[in-house]
Every structure is written in C-alpha cells, then in structure tokens.
C-alpha cells in the first residue's frame, strides 16, 4: 500500500494557476517508481472523474478531454512525490482533487483500478 498525501489546493481567479503536490510512502519492499499515479476530481453532487495519470517512468501520460492542454502531470520518482500543474483555471474545474496510487505498468483511468487514495485537496476557482 502506499500513503498520499496532497497539498498545493486552494481559491484562485479564473484563468489563474495552481500547483498540486502529492507526496508518497510507500510500503517497505516496493518501490514509488512501480507505480502507476493518477489525479482524480470530485465535483459536489458530482461521481469522481479522471483528470490524469501517469506510468511509473513518466513517459507516458493520459489527459481527460476536460483538461488537456491546461494540465501537466510530472512525477518526482526520487523524491516520490507526482505534480499536477493546473493553468488557465476555469470555474468548472472547482472540486476535491485526490491523488491515487496503483501498483501496474500501464494507465488506469477508472477510480476503481486505483487501490490508494490521498484524503485530497479543495481547488476553488473564482468567476
């Protein structure tokens, strides 16, 4: 199992920026960098969506339509901790983010291929 721990949320403009953190530890015996992470979103009365996901190198990445080409996901895998960097915020992108952990090699869009969870972090953005 692995523990995440989110930061980086908070209130902000349209069209502003935020940086999401979501620091790992990970089980004794394994490894940050065989996992899979992911940002995952959840609006109020909304079920939780995909916004993004990473493999363990870092080389491949996948977006939701939503997003793509305002976020970037970046992992850190010496320091274990995975980025989401969120430009050109817009109102609907206000939600819970949660961070998500899963120990396989290729990218997971559904919440439930994720088997660790961070307790997630409010991103609020002002019209």
């Known amino acids: 199992q692995v523990q995440l721990v989110e930061s980086g949320g908070g209130l902000v403009q349209t069209g502003g920026s935020l940086r999401l953190s979501c620091a790992t530890s990970?089980?004794?015996?394994?490894?940050?960098?065989?996992?899979?992470m992911a940002w995952f979103r959840q609006a109020p009365g909304k079920e939780r969506e995909f916004v993004s996901a990473?493999?363990?190198?870092?080389?491949?990445?996948h977006y939701a339509a939503a997003v793509k080409g305002r976020f970037t996901i970046s992992r850190d895998n010496a320091n274990s901790t995975v980025y989401l960097q969120m430009n050109s915020l817009k109102p609907e992108d206000t939600a819970v983010y949660y961070c998500?952990?899963?120990?396989?090699?290729?990218?997971?869009?559904?919440?439930?291929?994720?088997?660790?969870w961070g307790q997630g972090t409010q991103v609020t953005v002002s019209s």
């Open positions: 998500a952990a899963a120990r396989v090699s290729w990218l997971p869009i559904l919440p439930r291929e994720y088997d660790s």
């Open positions: 990970v089980a004794s015996g394994r490894t940050f960098s065989n996992y899979a």
């Open positions: 990473t493999t363990w190198s870092g080389r491949s990445t």
